[in-house]
């Protein structure tokens, strides 16, 4: 509770305090329906004025977990190059509805997929990356999938982007598929 920390509980949030809160903090930002019932709650009002609270404002168009996601998604997709999984994971992580998470992934990589993306952001981070080449493949290997990257995805970009890559990990050599090579030349030729 706000106020406890100087020794002072503040008093309960009644249904006009917890309004007043509500259009403060979606002001600042949107949020999920999940995450400003939270607030409202952590802010002192009871669960069921939280609650009343936030079916007003998603009846006002205040909130709406459907523009959350979809301007979540797009914006880490874009901006932080972050796939599929990852934020599936970040979204039913704030509450939003699987159908609705999956609808707003859908929607963040209609124009660029999920390949692309990710190479972009493997060859982004390449240019930080030190140490021997096998280190780089498994840092780089790792680093995507943290992004969210299927391992499918990985691979492939490892591929494209001309190394000789090596799973990290027991569940990516499952899926691990040898390039073919018409020859040992083209084997050992250069990255360029």
């Known amino acids: 509770m706000r106020g406890s920390r100087r020794g002072v509980a503040s008093p309960a949030l009644d249904a006009r305090r ?8 979606l002001a600042r930002k949107p949020w999920t329906r999940r995450d400003l019932a939270r607030r409202l709650r952590r802010r002192g009002a009871p669960a ?14 205040y909130v709406n ?7 979540w998604a797009e914006s880490r997709a ?12 970040e979204l ?7 159908p609705l998470a999956e609808a707003a992934i859908g929607r963040a990589f209609e124009e660029t997929d999920e390949l692309s993306r990710a190479k972009l952001a ?3 981070r390449l240019t930080t990356l030190r140490g021997t080449p096998d280190q780089t493949v498994r840092r ?10 299927p391992g499918e995805v990985v691979l492939r970009v490892l591929r494209d982007l001309g190394t000789e890559a090596r799973p ?20 050992d030729q250069p990255v360029e």
């Open 168 to 187: 990290a990990t027991a569940a990516d050599r499952e899926e691990w598929v040898e390039p073919e090579y018409s020859s040992a030349r083209e084997r």
């Open 92 to 98: 039913l992580a704030r509450g939003i509805a699987r």
């Open 65 to 71: 977990d459907g523009a959350f996601a979809a301007a």
């Open 122 to 124: 493997a060859t982004r």
């Open 78 to 89: 874009r901006g932080r190059g972050l796939g599929r999984e990852r934020l599936r994971q």
């Open 140 to 149: 780089l290997h790792d680093y995507l999938r943290r992004r969210g990257y």
């Open 48 to 61: 069921d004025v939280a609650q009343a609270v936030v079916a007003e404002m998603e009846a006002r168009g």
């Open 18 to 25: 917890a309004r007043s809160v509500a259009l403060d903090l």
